[in-house]
């Protein structure tokens, strides 16, 4: 089992930068497929990133693809979603995901554990 906390989130102009972490509890992190997904109000929630237990592949919604970068270490058991370029409809709860196996996933429903989510609010 694997807990998860995300943190780094907040509020910044248009064309910024912020940077996400997510600190997670377990022997095996290095076992999980991660992601990020988030959650804009009134909307579903949508899958961000994801990245595989080697780091070695990736994946990204064509909304950020070319501006956010996903990234993990699993020595200190911390996954990363680098945001740049920042827009206004970036704005959203973001989370952190995990999930055994070796597929990323880009449904929520294929990811078994969940952190509580950041607040990330870009203004125009």
């Known amino acids: 089992q694997v807990q998860l906390v995300e943190s780094g989130g907040g509020l910044v102009q248009a064309g910024g930068s912020l940077r996400l972490s997510c600190a997670a509890t377990?022997?095996?992190?290095?076992?999980?497929?991660m992601g990020w997904f988030r959650q804009a109000p009134g909307k579903e929630r949508e899958f961000v990133a994801g990245?595989?237990?080697?780091?070695?592949?990736?994946y990204y919604a064509d909304s950020v693809k070319g501006r956010f970068t996903i990234s993990r270490d699993n020595a200190k058991n911390m996954v990363y979603l680098q945001m740049n370029s920042l827009k206004p409809e970036d704005t959203a709860v973001y989370y952190c995901?995990?999930?055994?196996?070796?597929?990323?996933?880009?449904?929520?429903?294929?990811?078994?554990?969940w952190g509580q989510g950041t607040q990330v609010t870009v203004s125009s």
């Open positions: 995901a995990a999930r055994l196996g070796t597929v990323i996933f880009t449904t929520s429903s294929g990811y078994d554990y």
């Open positions: 377990g022997r095996t992190f290095s076992s999980y497929i």
């Open positions: 990245i595989s237990w080697s780091g070695g592949a990736t």
